[in-house]
Nanobody
Framework: QLQFVESGGGLVQPGGSLRLSCAAS????????IGWFRQAPGKEREGVSC????????NYADSVKGRFTISRDNAKNTVYLQMNSLKPEDTAVYYC????????????????????WGQGTQVTVSS
């Protein structure tokens, strides 16, 4: 079965940190661009960050630059999103998604049509 499993979400106070993990099963990540997306109730889904197949290129939404860091460990078949200095506005369900490199227009493209998605993990930032 081809799937992503996100974990690491939870409740954290403003200014706190969380690390999300996206573990792949049924396939390897070495040819897949990974993006992290989030969606809060009543809001559109937004791209948070993406990382190229070997980790050499990353992009971040302006709202998370300097606070979030995406990384990947292809040997462990896992992608991470380190989230620091969390704000209440970061509250959302976070999803990881993948797209084969050959179907993307660049090495790290949040606007690509991602066709592999995880189930999501809830992140709540509140005091």
């Amino acid at each position: 079965q081809l799937q992503f499993v996100e974990s690491g979400g939870g409740l954290v106070q403003p200014g706190g940190s969380l690390r999300l993990s996206c573990a792949a099963s049924g396939f390897t990540l070495n040819n897949i661009i990974i993006g992290w997306f989030r969606q809060a109730p009543g809001k559109e889904r937004e791209g948070v960050s993406c990382i190229s197949v070997s980790g050499g290129n990353t992009n971040y939404a302006d709202s998370v630059k300097g606070r979030f860091t995406i990384s990947r460990d292809n040997a462990k078949n896992t992608v991470y999103l380190q989230m620091n200095s969390l704000k209440p506005e970061d509250t959302a369900v976070y999803y990881c998604a993948g797209v084969l490199r050959m179907f993307a227009r660049s090495k790290c493209d949040l606007n690509a049509e991602y066709n592999y998605w995880g189930q999501g993990t809830q992140v709540t930032v509140s005091s």
